[in-house]
Nanobody, 123 residues
Framework: QVQLVESGGGLVQAGGSLRLSCTLSGSTFSRYNMGWFRQAPGKEREFVAAITRTGESTYYASTVKGRCTISRDDAKNTVYLQMNSLKPEDTAVYYC????????????????WGQGTQVTVSS
């Protein structure tokens, strides 16, 4: 059974940085395209970033492009999201997701999800 566990969230001031981590267990990490999504209170879950199973390609939402970097370490079964220049509007629960098939911005294309980690950015 595939499990995803996120970590690295917390409270940070505007302009600060955080690095989120997500570790996959129960399957071969290199089989999966990985994505990060976020959900703010009262809003739908939205795409943040994605990386292919090989790590050769990445894609970002326009709202985070230039401020966030997604990367993966297959030796550690872990995907990262480095977030810089954080803004209060980045406050949300951040989820990682895994898909053996799709490299996608759509939540429905991801088969496995973590429980999420809270990121709060104070002004």
């Amino acid at each position: 059974q595939v499990q995803l566990v996120e970590s690295g969230g917390g409270l940070v001031q505007a302009g600060g940085s955080l690095r989120l981590s997500c570790t996959l267990s129960g399957s071969t990490f290199s089989r999966y395209n990985m994505g990060w999504f976020r959900q703010a209170p009262g809003k739908e879950r939205e795409f943040v970033a994605a990386i292919t199973r090989t790590g050769e390609s990445t894609y970002y939402a326009s709202t985070v492009k230039g401020r966030c970097t997604i990367s993966r370490d297959d030796a550690k079964n872990t995907v990262y999201l480095q977030m810089n220049s954080l803004k209060p509007e980045d406050t949300a629960v951040y989820y990682c997701a895994a898909s053996p098939t799709y490299y996608s911005v759509r939540t429905n294309d991801y088969r496995h999800w973590g429980q999420g980690t809270q990121v709060t950015v104070s002004s």
